[in-house]
């Protein structure tokens, strides 16, 4: 892995040393205005300027994050001469980071990077300070960005983008509210669910690797909604959240329940974690009938049901298993729990799928538009 990872209490304290190597100009970027009533904005500004650099602050970056937001950072890096961006926060502003990286570099349109009309040739180096697992986007090359007028979201594999530090002290997550934490944690979890379900990787040990990685958010979920400021819980969602999403369980996945996400996000205003939740059991519930054993061995690897003698019941439980844990954590499992019961499922295929075409997912099985529709009409519930 090239990111250099420092895992810890206080870990933030190294922020100015890993820093200094990137040269004078630092542009810190961050979300809400809870970093600084916390005093870490402080810290680590005071931090990096002991060390000698300059720092510009660049917040204000909102859950999804969006192309009008890169390109304001762009072109303030660009008019500071920023030599290193300074993420603080979680994969919202990680991910403009990200693009301000390319854009910063480039004079193409970064709608175009994203869209894969451009190929980027430099990006500025990025450094993060974690305070919310979930994406691992401290630790890998992927960046989300979201279109303002198209209301389109694009995901973007990228390299140069990956950070080249990353400073990961698990209490700067106490606070973080408990809808969020658990929308975070079940993002944790489908970045494995999506890994565990590949037909061409399937093997023992990643197997049991993806499913260490869930069964880690089963149990240290409650715990961190029941202790929030326990250090030991909040560091295995963290670590479980980076081996998840980085290339320590492999690339590969299915990936067909975070394309729908993106438009569950985008057209519905859920949070990732929570349109996940509802994606995944009905995508479960989807697949049990031609794909019975894979989804029985899914549910007693991961939610630990007892075989049954019914191998279809088995995979029932399973699912019952699945969708208990959301609703006890406070998430929905259906769209109509989500109070958008009224939701024009075809409308939602059709963003997903345009004129009908092409599929979802592929690496267990692909979704065309009838399968895409018949799985949204088991997430509306």
């Not at 890998?140 to 140069?160: I, T, W, Y």
């Not at 298993?321 to 954590?329: H, K, M």
Request: aromatic share 6%.
């Amino acid at each position: 892995m090239p990111t250099h990872l420092v895992f810890g209490r206080d870990a933030e304290n190294r922020v100015g040393e890993l820093s200094v190597p990137f040269g004078p100009n630092v542009m810190l970027l961050y979300g809400s205005e809870r970093i600084r009533r916390s005093g870490l904005l402080d810290k680590l500004t005071a931090d990096l300027e002991a060390h000698g650099l300059t720092v510009t602050l660049f917040g204000g970056i909102q859950e999804n994050p969006t192309l009008s937001k890169a390109e304001e950072g762009r072109r303030l890096a660009k008019e500071k001469k920023i030599t290193l961006l300074l993420a603080v926060g979680g994969g919202s502003v990680i991910d403009t980071a990200k693009a301000v990286s390319l854009g910063a570099k480039s004079t193409a349109p970064l709608w175009d990077l994203y869209l894969g009309k451009v190929k980027a040739q430099k990006a500025l180096p990025i450094g993060v300070v974690l305070t919310t697992a979930a994406t691992a986007s401290e630790a890998n090359g992927v960046s989300v960005l979201s279109h303002d007028k198209l209301h389109q979201k694009m995901a973007l594999e990228e390299p140069l983008t990956r950070p080249h530090f990353a400073l990961m002290d698990p209490a700067l997550t106490f606070s973080l509210p408990p809808q969020q934490t658990a929308s975070c944690a079940v993002d944790i979890f489908s970045h494995s669910f999506e890994r565990y379900f590949h037909k061409g990787q399937q093997g023992t040990l990643r197997s049991q690797m993806c499913a260490a990685v869930m069964r880690t958010v089963i149990a240290e979920l409650p715990r961190v909604l029941e202790q929030p400021d326990s250090y030991d819980a909040r560091s295995q969602l963290m670590w479980a959240a980076t081996v998840a999403h980085s290339d320590m369980l492999g690339f590969e996945g299915d990936f067909a329940c975070h394309a729908l996400s993106h438009i569950f996000t985008t057209e519905l205003g859920l949070p990732h974690g929570v349109a996940l939740g509802i994606l995944m059991t009905a995508w479960c519930k989807y697949m049990l009938t031609d794909e019975t054993q894979a989804i029985a061995d899914f549910s007693t690897l991961v939610w630990q049901v007892p075989p049954c003698p019914s191998q279809i019941q088995t995979a029932q439980n399973g699912i019952s298993a699945f969708q208990d844990f959301l609703c006890s954590v406070g998430l929905p499992v259906t769209l109509r729990e989500a109070g958008l019961g009224d939701v024009s499922i075809e409308h939602l295929a059709l963003l997903a799928l345009p004129n009908r075409e092409g599929s979802l997912g592929g690496n267990f099985r692909p979704l065309d538009y009838d399968a895409v529709v018949s799985l949204l009409q088991l997430a509306r519930g």
